[in-house]
């Protein structure tokens, strides 16, 4: 059965143009204009992924995330053309899976539309490896491979990897990661800096130019899975 | 009276007092006291005729007590003087003649002068403590005034007009400045130097006379000069939080507009570098209709930002102060017209009805300029109502005006919002989360008025239930300055 997608955008340009991209991809596609209608559409379907504009005409987008989560939507994609990364930050914190600014290329959405199916239903359940094309993961083993060649990680390092991971190709807000390294999302993110640039040293083949571990300006980190 | 245990220093202070500062008697004592002292002698020699020589003493004794109650303390011991002056020469035989001959001349002459000096003390005494008193609670009443008037003082202004009304400008100039903090001193000081130079009637209605005035002998001045400094620190804060408030109002504009513009710029580029990158990627897959229509998408947002450009830069020649541009004659039905076509595009199937009935509608303007004021209402009107309302606009000659109204049939606007639809960057609380600037409405009344024209709003309009009607007034090319010479 094909995946469906709900597209939630007040703004007619966006939904035209997004429909027949993601039709001709095989998705399933409906739209709504509105939070009410977007509710009453979740209602009836269990959408795979839902595409939110924050400024909808009759609510804040970010008002209905929890709710879109509990009426079973398994992912939801942040699109925003506001600039201001604390309300990307909120939005994710809010149980927003992804975000992608306006104005954004078909095939960034397409990427973050694949990483978001990719995720199993319940996070770390399920899945025992992650693969990517530089690196492979045994969480059972808690194993990493680096283009081949096994590499020791720290406890901290491994638990960082782990939670980027298992949101591969999303992005991790700082206050996640502070949470899956050190428990506490009050640590000093600074502690967060240091042990990126640590791993970034074991990962990447050029740690000043990192292509496995991106960061996302102000709002936190994002495990690329193909370069 | 109550009397104290130790007599001298009972006496003592008062006759230092005397010699000293206070040995003030008002004018009032200075008639009254020889009025009593006269009476009380006659009364005296009056008795002593009779025989009476123990009630002549009494005599003089009460007219002691009078004048020391009366007139305080000086009074009563100059009456005790001349009350045992007269004692010798009008009482004690023989009369009319001064002397002491035997121990039983002195005994009664020196029990008189003693009992009528005790008399004349106390007596002034009380007197003095009485008015002391009644001074020291009148400084106190003005202490109070003054200290609740500082703790109202929300600038340094109150603080000077504070001070004046309770205390004499040399007082504050020689004891109350100097025991400031130089900080302190250094604010206040120039405020007060600039209060004193202008009449006292400034200071207010109920301004105090000099004696009413708080005195230095008999306030504490410390007392005082701290209340000074906690109230101009307060002002102090006061001031600089209303300044962080004006910063902080000021950034929240700012952020306002830039997420405003951020929005406004943004949605139309994404939908086009949506469309644009998805022809690039996906186009051989599409059939010929949705390329097509992605095409048409990428079109109308380029004209979309194209119109928000041109409304940027309509509102920095606004805001420049700009002349509006090249005026002419404009008949006024040929911007409105093209704008309606404009809006027709955007909109195709809202009803647009339109109602001109004017004989003349020729204006002074510019009419690019014109057409950009009835475009932007019209699409604000489309915007912010239901695509099934229709839209009416009314053009009539009224004396000498030309007016328009732009009537929509929507949800109207509430009177607390309506006061505020033509300022900058305003939007209705329905209105947040749609696309627009809150510019339209604000360049067309900044463009009217440089027409010499009026806008107003009306909601609901008259005889109708909801909707809004935005008002356009202007003056007729005919009876308008610029009309007569060029038209």
């Not at chain 2, 001349?82 to 035989?93: T, W």
Request: proline share 4%; glycine share 8%; hydrophobic share 45%.
């Amino acid at each position: 059965m094909a995946e469906t997608i709900l597209i939630i955008d007040d703004e007619p340009a966006i939904s035209r143009t997004l429909i027949p991209v993601l039709r001709t991809q095989g998705y399933e596609v409906e739209t709504a204009t509105t939070a009410a209608e977007a509710l009453r559409r979740a209602r009836q379907t269990a959408f795979d992924v839902a595409l939110l504009d924050l400024g909808l005409p009759d609510a804040d987008g970010r008002e209905i995330i929890g709710r879109l989560h509990s009426l079973s939507c398994r992912a939801i994609i942040v699109i925003s053309a506001r600039h201001q990364e604390a309300e990307k930050v909120a939005a994710l914190d809010e149980g927003a899976d992804d975000y992608l600014s306006k104005p954004f290329s078909v095939d960034e959405l397409m990427a973050r539309i694949r990483a978001a199916l990719r995720r199993p239903q319940a996070a770390g359940s399920s899945a025992k490896h992650f693969v990517s094309q530089d690196l492979a993961i045994d969480y059972a083993a808690r194993r990493v491979i680096v283009r081949g060649d096994e590499i020791r990680l720290s406890p901290k390092e491994y638990a960082l990897l782990e939670c980027l991971s298992q949101h591969g190709g999303q992005v991790v807000t700082r206050r996640q990661l502070l949470l899956a390294g050190w428990n506490d999302p009050t640590t000093d993110s600074q502690n967060l800096r240091t042990y990126i640039t640590l791993l970034r040293q074991k990962l990447e083949l050029d740690p000043a130019e990192p292509r496995v571990i991106l960061t996302e300006a102000g709002v936190g980190y994002r495990l690329q899975l193909a370069v | 009276m109550k009397f104290e245990p130790n007599m001298g220093a009972v006496l003592m202070p008062p006759i230092a007092r005397l010699v000293g500062r206070r040995a003030t008697m008002s004018v009032r004592a200075i008639v009254g006291v020889p009025v009593v002292l006269g009476l009380a002698t006659i009364a005296a020699v009056i008795a002593q005729q009779t025989r009476h020589p123990v009630t002549a003493a009494l005599f003089l004794m009460m007219g002691i007590i009078v004048n020391g109650a009366g007139g305080g303390l000086a009074a009563g011991l100059v009456t005790a003087g001349c009350a045992a002056f007269f004692y010798n020469f009008f009482i004690r035989f023989p009369i009319f003649e001064f002397g002491l001959d035997s121990i039983d001349d002195y005994v009664p002459f020196v029990a008189f002068t003693v009992a009528a000096g005790v008399c004349g003390i106390l007596s002034g005494r009380l007197k003095d403590r009485a008015q002391a008193a009644e001074q020291a609670s009148l400084q106190l009443d003005v202490l109070l005034a003054f200290s609740a008037r500082l703790q109202h003082a929300i600038k340094l202004q109150d603080i000077v007009d504070a001070l004046r009304l309770a205390v004499s400008e040399t007082t504050v100039r020689e004891h109350i400045l100097p025991h400031l903090e130089q900080r302190h001193a250094a604010l206040l000081g120039p405020q007060w130097r600039s209060a004193i130079a202008r009449p006292r009637a400034a200071a207010g209605p109920d301004a105090q006379t000099d004696a009413a005035a708080l005195q230095p002998n008999d306030v504490d001045l410390e007392a005082v000069a701290d209340l000074l400094a906690m109230a101009i620190e307060r002002c102090e804060l006061l001031d600089q939080r209303a300044e962080a408030e004006a910063i902080r109002r000021s950034e929240e504009l700012k952020t306002a507009l830039l997420s405003s513009l951020s929005h406004d710029l943004r949605t139309p580029i994404a939908a086009i570098a949506a469309a644009a990158s998805s022809l690039n990627r996906y186009g051989e897959q599409f059939d010929a209709r949705t390329r097509v229509e992605m095409f048409d998408t990428i079109e109308t947002q380029c004209q979309r930002l194209d119109r928000f450009t041109a409304k940027l830069l309509s509102l920095g020649q606004l805001q420049s102060g700009a002349a509006p541009g090249d005026m002419e004659i404009v008949d006024i039905v040929e911007p409105l017209g093209s704008a309606i076509g404009q809006v027709r595009a955007l909109q195709p199937a809202r009803a647009i009805n339109k109602d001109i009935s004017a004989g003349s509608a020729l204006v002074w303007a510019n009419p690019a300029m014109l057409e950009q004021v009835f475009f932007n209402i019209l699409e604000n009107a489309i915007s912010y109502t239901p695509e099934q309302a229709p839209i009416t606009v009314r053009v009539a000659t009224v004396g000498e005006r030309l007016e328009i109204g732009i009537t929509d049939e929507g949800g109207g606007i509430s009177a607390q919002e309506l006061p505020y639809i033509f300022d900058r960057f305003f939007r209705s609380a329905g209105s947040r989360g749609k696309s627009g600037q809150g510019l339209g409405l604000s360049i067309a009344k900044g463009f009217v008025e440089a027409f010499g024209g009026t806008i107003c709003a009306v909601s609901p309009p008259r005889g109708a239930v909801t909707g809004t009607q935005i008002r356009i007034s202007l003056p007729l090319a005919s009876s308008a300055e610029g009309g007569a010479l060029h038209g």
